[in-house]
């Protein structure tokens, strides 16, 4: 079984989260600072380490930068975020300084943490299997799916791309509306996903028009955008697309996830 570095300050939740973890099989080492954290991943293995943003000593992020920037630690470590700071640009810090993942501690009770960190280890293993098979010349008929991805802001852009085709999918990007809807209706992809405020043509405009194409209108569409009301969220379910979700609330391990989960239909 794994070997988890878990980082936790509070000794009380620090033990629940042990006790959880070995409960199942997991080998749990904990550490309380962000010294110790340095420590332990210099004279040990560890599959993964959960992260948590506020620490003494050293913030979570400065750890972070450490392990994965100095080039004085195995930077093929896995670390994901565990932290209550669950504001977007806190994410994006952590995923562009390295991080593998972001969990917000409120989003799983300890049983649930537990099924969502094997579902992890099990992703990550995928992704090694696909960037080995990546280095023999991994032909485009062993790719998972191909996907096209219409968004505009480049954060979001590579964000959501990167996670695709670690997890080996075939990815084509797209930064504006018009240029989407083209690729979509010209290429042959397995889903389509596009945020609703594009230029040149909305997502709701990609999505009346794919859905009215006979070459088009089975595709699966996953809509993405930063702000819309809940009106508007249904009336875009209403469309036909199998998905929505909110850019501010999901992470790329959740939108390759829900990728797979079309596919396997």
Known sequence: MAKILLVEDDPMIAEIYQNKFGSVGFEVVTAKTGKEVLKYVSQDKFDLVLLDMVLPEMSGMDVLKEIKGSGNYDKSVKII??????????????LKNGADGFISKNQYSPSELVGEIQ?????????EKNRNRQEGNLGDNDKKGKILLIEDE?????MFGKKLEDDGYEVTR??????????ALEGDYDVIITDLIMPAMSGEEIIAKLKSDEKTKNIPIIA????VTDEKETEIRNMGVEEFFSKTRIVPSDLSRRVGELLKK
């Open 174 to 183: 797209a930064n504006n509306g018009a240029w989407g809807a083209k690729e």
């Open 224 to 227: 993405i955008s930063a702000s």
């Open 154 to 158: 480049e954060i979001f852009l590579e």
């Open 119 to 127: 579902r992890l280890l099990n992703q990550f293993a995928e992704q």
């Open 81 to 94: 975020i565990f932290s209550n700071l669950s504001e977007l640009e806190t994410q994006q810090e952590a």
